[in-house]
């Protein structure tokens, strides 16, 4: 199906019906992992963009115009509009606290929702939804291998400890076998005169799908006391 001339009610409804569904599909694996922008919010923002697309199919001026007259108009500036529209909602799924990103793939999510639900508002029936299983297969079944992809992880680690009997390197050598690197960031004063807080930067690579890493305030805690352990990067989706 293509934008007619002449929309009728049932391509109006069959446009509506597709936009909902294939947003709510999206929008499901949203809700299920706990995210911001769910099944609601999806479904409102593909039915938007379909809306909008229709609503341009039946304004535009088809006065003494062939069908060929599409090829020429404008037809551009709606859609760049609403996907610069939705932009400004994507930009507000995204979080930042400190070295912490979050929410960059719901954004995505937005996004890929607006476009499909456009192409279905169009007409484009086919591609409308081949793009809905697409982003099916990229939110479901890569999740798999996502979480299995090792990558960087990094976290701000503070300790406490003796001022006389520790040095900077000491925690190094200690998480070092592990797998861990550490890089000594500043110093502070400690509980009282004897002891010192120290902050380090810590790093390592693990996959997603291994769990948080407990291993390290395990091995630390044998020698220091820690204050606080904090994570400053995670790919959260």
Same mark, same amino acid.
């Given at each position: 199906?293509?934008?007619?001339?002449?929309?009728? !009610?049932?391509?109006?409804?069959?446009?509506?019906?597709?936009?909902?569904?294939?947003? #709510?599909?999206?929008?499901?694996?949203?809700?299920?992992?706990?995210?911001?922008?769910?099944?609601?919010?999806?479904?409102?923002? =593909?039915?938007?963009?379909?809306? #909008?697309?229709?609503?341009?199919?039946?304004?535009?001026?088809?006065?003494?115009?062939?069908?060929?007259?599409?090829?020429?108009?404008?037809?551009?500036?709606?859609?760049? *509009?609403?996907?610069?529209?939705?932009?400004?909602? =994507?930009? *507000?799924?995204?979080?930042?606290?400190? *070295?912490?990103?979050? *929410?960059? $793939?719901?954004?995505?999510?937005?996004?890929?929702?607006?476009?499909?639900?456009?192409?279905?508002?169009?007409?484009?029936?086919?591609? =409308?939804? #081949?793009?809905?299983?697409?982003?099916?297969? $990229?939110?479901?079944?890569?999740? !798999?291998?996502?979480?299995?992809?090792?990558?960087?992880?990094?976290?701000?680690?503070?300790?406490? $400890?003796?001022?006389?009997?520790?040095?900077?390197?000491?925690?190094?050598?200690?998480?070092?076998? #592990?797998?861990?690197?550490?890089?000594?960031?500043?110093?502070?004063?400690?509980?009282?005169?004897?002891?010192?807080?120290?902050?380090?930067?810590?790093?390592?690579?693990?996959?997603?799908?291994?769990?948080?890493?407990?291993?390290?305030?395990?091995?630390?805690?044998?020698?220091?006391?820690?204050?606080?352990?904090?994570?400053?990067?995670?790919?959260?989706?």
């Amino acid at each position: 199906m293509t934008m007619p001339l002449h929309p009728t !009610w049932q391509d109006i409804g069959l446009r509506l019906i597709l936009s909902m569904l294939a947003s #709510a599909i999206i929008g499901f694996d949203r809700s299920a992992r706990g995210h911001a922008a769910g099944l609601r919010t999806t479904i409102l923002v =593909g039915l938007a963009a379909s809306v #909008a697309m229709i609503q341009a199919n039946i304004l535009l001026s088809i006065g003494g115009k062939t069908a060929e007259s599409f090829g020429v108009m404008d037809l551009m500036r709606l859609p760049l *509009g609403i996907l610069t529209g939705v932009g400004f909602i =994507g930009g *507000g799924a995204i979080l930042r606290r400190g *070295g912490l990103v979050t *929410g960059v $793939t719901t954004a995505a999510t937005l996004w890929v929702t607006t476009v499909i639900g456009l192409c279905l508002g169009g007409g484009q029936l086919a591609v =409308g939804m #081949a793009a809905t299983l697409l982003v099916i297969i $990229t939110l479901w079944a890569f999740q !798999w291998l996502d979480i299995r992809i090792p990558r960087e992880h990094r976290a701000m680690l503070v300790i406490n $400890t003796n001022r006389s009997s520790s040095s900077t390197s000491d925690l190094a050598n200690l998480i070092g076998p #592990a797998g861990y690197r550490a890089r000594f960031h500043r110093q502070g004063r400690g509980d009282d005169a004897e002891h010192v807080r120290l902050w380090f930067e810590i790093s390592w690579r693990r996959a997603e799908v291994a769990g948080p890493s407990l291993e390290i305030l395990k091995l630390v805690n044998e020698r220091y006391l820690v204050v606080s352990f904090e994570l400053t990067s995670e790919d959260r989706h």
